[in-house]
């Protein structure tokens, strides 16, 4: 049975910082891409950024330069470092993998507010 659980999220200041984690069991981790998506109240849900097993990655014009994926294959881990974080940032961000299935994380909260 394949699980992402993701973690890391919460309440940060404009131009502050946050990292997102999501840990996936259930699969050969290293062989899979990963990816982040967030969806916002009212919009459809988005890629903010993917890394694939040979850990190129790719990147939503709105974070490029602020926002970095990286994979750790040992731990089963895909991070999100979010730097630089503006208010349109607030979303729902949710980890992404597919096999022979699409499967999600159950989301965690990111809200950019003064």
């Known amino acids: 049975q394949v699980q992402l659980v993701e973690s890391g999220g919460g309440l940060v200041q404009p131009g502050g910082s946050l990292r997102l984690s999501c840990t996936a069991s259930?699969?050969?981790?290293?062989?899979?891409?990963m990816g982040w998506y967030r969806q916002a109240p009212g919009k459809e849900r988005e890629l903010v950024a993917r890394?694939?097993?040979?850990?190129?990655?790719r990147y939503a014009d709105s974070v490029r330069g602020r926002f970095t994926i990286s994979r750790d294959n040992a731990k089963n881990t895909v991070y999100l470092q979010m730097n630089s974080l503006k208010v349109e940032d607030t979303a729902v961000y949710y980890c992404?993998?597919?096999?022979?299935?699409?499967?999600w994380g159950q989301g965690t909260q990111v809200t950019v507010s003064s």
């Open positions: 992404n993998t597919n096999t022979v299935s699409t499967y």
């Open positions: 259930g699969i050969i981790f290293m062989t899979y891409a």
């Open positions: 890394i694939t097993s040979d850990f190129i990655t």
